[in-house]
């Protein structure tokens, strides 16, 4: 690929120093325009399954069927004023969506759509991905404290509390795969489970449900959403946001919806490969190349699986207490988290 | 003993609830579209005051002024009769400013000759104030409207 995208450059007489410098671009530009078409997408998604689940219509004035709907609420964003509050940190003010975007971005990179097909393949890919995805933790806390308001504040004071007792029991039960696959590297730990028994959900079943509920809590997603909860706070880190800020708060929000879903896909659910264990493409020898296609297809519809079920566990639960929340994290997750682990070990000692 | 009790019960709790949600999927939308499609509603609806008609589409109305003394925002309706060669009450003018209007009812029920009714029609919304005034082409309902109207009544009794 590297050599026929440097070929384009020969052909067209350019120096081939562009080439050389845009070639690590490509992958990033792609993930982007995934990146914003899946978010757009994810947002109808969202308001439409509300919408099934309690009995009412949904968007459906714009566009056939109200499918334009998120398409004109970010034009409206983008046209609409930029107010920085006159008592703000200005400059903490405007770095915070990006702060709290970028590490959203930034993980998409280090999700397999298919096999190999990963932009960044690090060996330490699921470390990597905790880490970066931490960062955005950071953001909103200057965004609740810049934004010179109690309600950004409380919001943000309980984003971070949340998400760092959240952090423990993601990681260790994220571990739980890491012990039964032997590598960090997520392309391995996808290929590495095969079909549908080889999924690490059966050997980790508490480790999935640790994650999910982890996932829920670190995406400030219904039951865990203290932090924007509208009731109390009036929409806590972000109240002073208006705009294109704004917007990117929210684009971030859905797309780490959507990479956290995948990352449960890759640890646990076999990511790209399919539960059958072979490819229908695969059969056919002439298309045996575009079997990526297959992967990707399992990809995406476990994660929106997983992201439907995410979405329907917010149109059920009622959002949790501040003290049950913080008892809940430390005093029953990180426990189940820890004996999670001693029996995968445990598992994979003996039988695995 | 007692923690795995309470983690049953809430798993429990937890799957009833989304077992409940999932099955409201499958039903239609409650939703009313309103400016598209309107709601029926009971004909004892208080919706605006009308007139009623006889079946030659003349107004029941004797001009007795009971409606005006009994009204207890002033004077919100106007009435203006001539009486005609065989001595019948005819209404020249007959307005209303449902503007004011706080629905009551009391001009429904002390008229004698039922010459006015509660219809059902609720979409009171008008750009101006003035346009809430309501002459006698506006309140007068058909005669086929007024029959309706009154059947429904009768089938609620």
Redesign the interface.
Known sequence: MYDFYLKIFKYLSLPKLIGVITWPVIPFAAIAALMIVLVLFLVLLERKFLALLTIRKGPNRVGPNGLFQTVADAIKLLFKEDIIPANANKILFTIAPVVFFFPAMVVYGLIPFAHNWVAINASCGLLLMLAISAISILGLLSAGWASNNKYSMLGAMRAVSQAISYELPLVLSALSVVVLSGTMNLNKIAFGQGNIFGWYIFPSFFGFVIFLICTLAELNRVPFDLPEAESELVSGYNTEYSGMKFALFFLAEYAALFVYSALIVTLFLGGYSSPFGGYILGLIPYIKKVVFLEQAFWLMSKTFAIILLIMWIRATLPRLRADQLMSFSWKFLLPLSFLNLLFVALFKYFIG | MELIKKIISGIIA?KN??E???K??F?????I?YPEVKDQFNARLRGHIALTSNEDGTSKCIDCKSCVRVCPCGDLIKIESHKDAEGNVKIDKFSIDLGRCIVCGNCVDICPKSALIMSNNYELAKYDKEDLVFDLEDLKLSYEETQHLLKELEKDL
Not at chain 2, 27 to 31: L, N
């Open positions: 937890i609830g989304m409940m949600i999932a409201h999927a039903r239609p939308a409650i939703t579209q």
